[in-house]
């Protein structure tokens, strides 16, 4: 029965109304010819599995889970929900009709703390479960302060729900090298960020306005349709669209930085659910992750930042008209 | 679960691929370090299956060898990534890397014994390429690079560490 509920819960929902150039930040599925959103119809249904790692409890990834949920739905401006279903002896990996969060020994993923893979119905579009692993070769940490050395189970569980609700990875965020050669995040403007933070760092256990716009995209309560805009454009390199381009919309009013990628060949993007007002937009070359985990087919990162022409207002309940913002070969 | 034939009705991820996954980075140095071979192919086929104990659907991709830049390496290399699309089902590891026939890529590889290697740091051992102006392989990366640059670099890495 478990299967049959998730399979009439998690379905690909089609939103006809969405714009021809496919937000950023969220998981996208082509279904007959058309891309739409992947969202759950129903508070998320999850098991955490009964098996520990070394260095944290079944128990205590139950409860980081618990917190990274609460941390999505106390969004204001989005509905979510998670709904714990009970412990499992099930791994995350096992193909039951469950969602399941767990640990995993992988030593072959050895650079990954943790991945959501979803298993999908080809022939009727259901999403028929999607697992969360958190890898055990790392050592993990649910203190609340952290412990150096160690990664915050709560941080990489947040960012794993993001992905289980339909969001994707977000550009927002600088890598720099180290003196020693390391390389390390300097600042993260994004939970979403594919990157983590160095371990025993536990500042990713809060959403930045960039998830929120993400989350609050897929799941819009009737104020944040009302009282959210969108910008939308295009960026061009000698007439011809750029795919691929890391487009960033700041707020001098707020602070807020929220990213966006153009997501097809006519170089066109939008940026939805700003809180509305003017922003000034950036574009760049993603250059601060690996390209690999956002787009699977080479992109154009041959160009300067270039900021647009003027300010946009993203009005309350509306789009922008469209902007075109130009970059030159470097 | 029963499994059978279907056409294709639903992909995730043609235009922005998918993501899921919290890297722990590495640098260049340990990248080159830790791969037992690195090579410039081009991607000639993606066969994916159930893996043996059918808990997951893992995707072998074989790359025809352009040029061996580190390590030794037949005509051809095959490597392994998770998620794929076994008979109606369709595994999506959001963050995972996706190939098709013709891709041009850098690729690092780890070796696991007997098993099939994978991609070196998940998707950091994977460096696109594709033709620039004036018909130059170019390197995606944070500043894109001529391809002979970048295996320099890469040889320059090796030679350092003999």
Redesign the interface.
């Known amino acids: 029965m478990t299967r049959l509920v998730a399979i009439a819960a998690m379905v690909v929902a089609a939103s006809a109304a969405r714009p021809p150039a496919q937000a950023y930040l969220k998981l996208g599925a082509l279904l007959n010819g058309t891309v739409v959103d992947v969202t759950w119809r129903e508070p998320v249904p999850y098991f955490v599995s009964e098996l520990g790692a070394g260095s944290a409890s079944a128990a205590d990834l139950r409860g980081a889970v618990a917190r990274a949920a609460a941390t999505w739905a106390a969004v204001e401006s989005a509905q979510v929900q998670f709904a714990f279903q009970g412990m499992t002896t099930a791994l995350p990996e096992v193909i039951d009709g469950r969602t399941t969060i767990g640990f995993l020994d992988r030593p072959d993923l050895d650079q990954v703390l943790g991945a959501t893979s979803f298993m999908i119905d080809t022939s009727t579009g259901a999403i028929i479960e999607a697992d969360v692993f958190l890898n055990s070769r790392f050592l993990w940490s649910v203190a609340p302060a952290g412990v150096p050395g160690r990664a915050d189970l709560e941080s990489v569980a947040l960012h794993e729900l993001g992905h289980l609700l339909g969001l994707s990875h977000s550009a927002v965020g600088e890598t720099e090298r180290t003196s020693g050669g390391n390389r390390r995040v300097t600042a993260s403007g994004a939970v979403m960020f594919p990157i983590a933070m160095s371990a025993g760092t536990i500042a990713e256990r809060v959403l930045h306005p960039d998830d929120i716009a993400g989350i609050s995209d897929l799941y819009p309560t009737a104020a944040a349709l009302s009282e959210t805009g969108a910008i939308v454009g295009r960026v061009t390199k000698n007439g011809q669209g750029v795919l691929g381009v890391h487009v960033v919309a700041f707020s001098p009013e707020t602070g807020v930085l929220i990213g966006t990628f153009t997501l097809n060949m006519e170089g066109e993007f939008v940026i939805a659910r700003l809180p509305a007002g003017p922003y000034v937009l950036r574009v760049e070359p993603l250059d601060d992750a690996d390209p690999e985990s956002f787009f699977s087919a080479p992109i154009d990162v041959d160009f300067g930042v270039t900021y647009a022409p003027r300010m946009v207002v993203a009005p309350a309940g509306g789009s922008s008209r469209s902007i075109e913002i130009r970059v030159s070969a470097r | ?1 029963r499994l059978c034939l ?22 260049f ?1 340990q990248l080159v370090n830790q791969s037992a071979a690195v090579v410039f192919g081009r991607v000639v086929e993606v066969r994916s299956d159930f893996t043996d104990d ?3 659907i893992q995707s072998v991709v074989t790359v025809e060898v352009l040029r061996g830049i580190k390590g030794r390496s037949g005509d051809t290399l095959s490597f392994t990534t ?2 794929g ?1 076994a008979g ?13 026939r013709g ?1 041009l890529a850098v690729f690092f590889v780890s070796s ?1 014994g007997a098993r099939l290697p ?1 991609t070196t ?4 051992g ?1 460096f ?3 033709r ?1 102006a004036a018909n130059q392989m ?1 390197v ?5 690079v001529p391809l002979t640059t970048f295996e320099a670099n890469v040889r320059a890495i090796v030679d350092a560490t003999r």
């Open positions: 679960m279907s056409t294709l009705a639903i992909c995730v991820g043609l235009v922005t691929s998918s993501f899921a996954v919290t890297v722990a980075p590495l640098t140095e059918r808990r997951a998770p998620g699309q109606r089902y369709l595994n999506v590891i959001p963050g995972a890397p996706v190939f098709s891709d696991r994978v740091g998940f998707t950091q994977i696109r390429v594709q620039g170019i995606n990366q944070k500043v894109p």
